[in-house]
């Protein structure tokens, strides 16, 4: 159990230092960032769209499963196609997405705030403060898109930075209190032989 929980701590807080990495490389190169995320998308898209294309057209038998993904590798490749021709379109799109994820993350901090505070710990408040403040800032990407792109894409650095920073410091709380909670439960299951 104690290594589940070691393991599971190292994964939240490899997540948390990625988030926080990514944040720095918006802030410090906003425009390249954009720039090489659209491109991949776009080629990613389109290449999968001409291999379904392909797969369909050297297809000895044209099965209504195949017919069904030419249809999404169409569909797929045009997408593509146009994310590469207008990357602008796009990146108008990325706060939202962004502040959605923000979102569900401030929900998930929240929740592990209230898991503190039946396990007694004194400061779960903190938590619950944090997670409301990135549920906040979520929403204030997803309702207020900045026009500027470079703007843009250092206030989602900024706010993925803050994002990791606060899942830093829950997680080592929410672990910190169940293992001290597992050493409590541990201690009382000794038997002790009297003399």
């Not at 901090?109 to 209230?114: E, I, L, S, T, Y």
């Amino acid at each position: 159990m104690i290594n589940y929980i070691k393991n599971l701590k190292a994964n939240y807080t490899a997540s948390a230092l990625i988030c926080m990495v990514v944040g720095m490389v918006l802030i410090i190169w906003p425009a390249t960032s954009t720039q090489v995320v659209c491109m991949v998308l776009g080629g990613v898209l389109l290449i999968y769209g001409i291999i379904q294309i392909v797969l369909y057209l050297i297809a000895r038998e044209r099965t209504l499963y195949l017919q069904g993904m030419l249809m999404l590798g169409i569909i797929f490749g045009v997408v593509g196609a146009w994310i590469l021709l207008r990357p602008d379109m796009i990146i108008r799109a990325v706060p939202v997405i962004v502040g959605l994820i923000i979102i569900m993350h401030g929900i998930h901090n929240v929740a592990q705030a209230f898991d503190l505070k039946r396990m007694s710990y004194d400061r779960w408040w903190l938590a619950l403060i944090f997670g409301m403040l990135t549920v906040l800032l979520g929403g204030v990407l997803v309702r207020n898109p900045f026009t500027v792109v470079n703007t843009v894409v250092r206030v989602i650095g900024a706010f993925l930075i803050y994002d990791g920073i606060s899942d830093v410091w829950i997680i080592s709380r929410v672990f910190k209190t169940k293992k001290d909670r597992e050493m409590i439960i541990d201690a009382e299951a000794v038997e002790v032989e009297e003399p």
